[in-house]
């Protein structure tokens, strides 16, 4: 396919603003003039001087330095790429309402206006072969869409299927293997051999009658530190993971990736079957620290805090899911419109979903007012 012309952010076209790198814009259109600083008849100083920005306004001005028609004819040979003309939706005026319920987008007017992504057609495909930079997609990534049905991602079938999830699919799937897993702690703390879940994954279930006040206590113990460790990796999954964001190389491969893994829900956070993770996606994400928690600990002590965490993450991708789709008792209507502005106010603060909240000033309304634990202990709260 024949590839349109690359799209470039104002900011993109900042950064080039030396001698050994000189862009500049006139009318959306963005130019690499590097090679022809020794060549411009005004000299190599007129040029640097707006390196990086634009220059419509400058050759406009006869006192600047005079311009003829075969200077404006010459422009296009140094054509690399247009500015893009890409709206803002998310704004740091707004204001979650309890009844917040967003416009649905009009797919041909947002690409004939953006020229982003096509939400006619389906969306992997285009990110792999896109044109635009890495500065453009992030800007256009974080403006949300609304369809009343979800994009397709995949042209087959096939493909597809595996990147819609039911919210009801998580507990249904991960809650047993929690309670599986659970129960192999406890039966572990009371001193019951069991042989490697490849071998024999049975459970002699029998046994925990008898077992010992202490092993209820240390499974205990382990499935709540387990609690605690969730509340720590589901923050830095989604801050360092999900949002790298400024540290993704520019690459079309790149940012597919990050579509794939996170940039489709800001995209399109109100898709309700693009809210909880595919299974085989957090199969993928919890293996290794599956396989670090056997490292670190005996079984039983792994096991437990293996539980707990599985049973935190239902938790939140449930709450996650009730967050943008469910009206909410008030308490954690105010986790809800805490979300809410890490979409639609500022993306890159509020990470926290399930981390607990923490009292802090004292409000008219309340006795405390809720905050996330990991975005104060990383300074990363977001003021409503």
């Known amino acids: 396919m024949s590839k349109r012309i690359r799209i470039f952010t104002a900011s993109d076209v900042a950064e080039h603003n030396s001698e050994s790198s000189c862009w500049i814009t006139y009318k959306g259109k963005v130019l690499n003039v590097t090679h022809f ?36 004819d010459m422009l296009d040979e140094f054509l690399i790429g247009r500015l893009g003309a890409g709206e803002n939706l998310v704004s740091e005026d707004w204001v ?27 969306l992997m495909k285009q990110m792999w072969d896109c044109n635009f930079s890495k500065a453009y997609y992030l800007q256009q990534v ?8 979800s994009a397709r991602l995949f042209g087959p079938s096939v493909l597809e299927v595996l990147t819609r999830t039911q919210w009801y699919v998580v507990p249904a799937i991960w809650l047993p293997i929690a309670a599986y897993i659970g129960l192999r702690s406890l039966l572990q703390f009371g001193g019951v051999p069991l042989a490697q879940f490849k071998v024999d994954p049975s459970l002699p279930l029998g046994a925990i009658f008898s077992l010992p006040t202490n092993a209820f ?31 993704l190389p520019d690459h079309p491969k790149f ?17 309700k079957l693009r809210l909880v993770m595919p299974p085989t996606l957090f199969l993928m994400l919890s293996f290794p620290m599956t396989q670090l928690a056997h490292a670190l600990f005996p079984a039983a002590m792994a096991n437990g805090t293996i539980s707990g965490s599985f049973v935190f993450y239902v938790i939140y991708d449930t709450m996650h899911y009730a967050m943008h789709h469910t009206k909410l008792p008030a308490y954690l209507r105010e986790q809800k419109k805490y979300h809410l502005a890490h979409h639609y106010k500022n993306f890159e603060l509020g990470f926290g979903v399930t981390s607990m909240s923490v ?9 405390t007012f809720p905050g996330k634990v990991w975005d104060y202990v990383f300074n990363t709260v977001l003021p409503l």
């Open 37 to 72: 600083l020794a060549d411009h008849p005004g000299g190599e100083e007129f040029l640097l001087k707006y390196a990086g920005k634009d220059v419509e306004d400058a050759m406009k001005d006869a006192e600047e330095h005079v311009h003829s028609e075969s200077a404006y």
């Open 96 to 122: 979650a309402t309890d009844d917040f319920e967003p416009e649905d987008t009009d797919e041909a007017a947002d690409f004939e206006k953006n020229q982003f992504l096509d939400l006619r057609k389906p």
């Open 142 to 149: 974080h403006q949300p869409r609304h369809l009343p049905e």
């Open 217 to 247: 206590v240390k499974t205990a113990v382990s499935f709540l530190f387990g609690n605690f460790v969730w509340t720590l990796l589901e923050y830095l999954f989604h801050r360092f993971l999900f949002h790298v964001d400024y540290y």
């Open 255 to 271: 940012l597919t990736l990050h579509f794939l893994l996170h940039g489709i829900h800001h995209y399109m956070p109100m898709d």
């Open 359 to 367: 009292p802090l000033h004292p409000s008219p309304l309340s006795d």
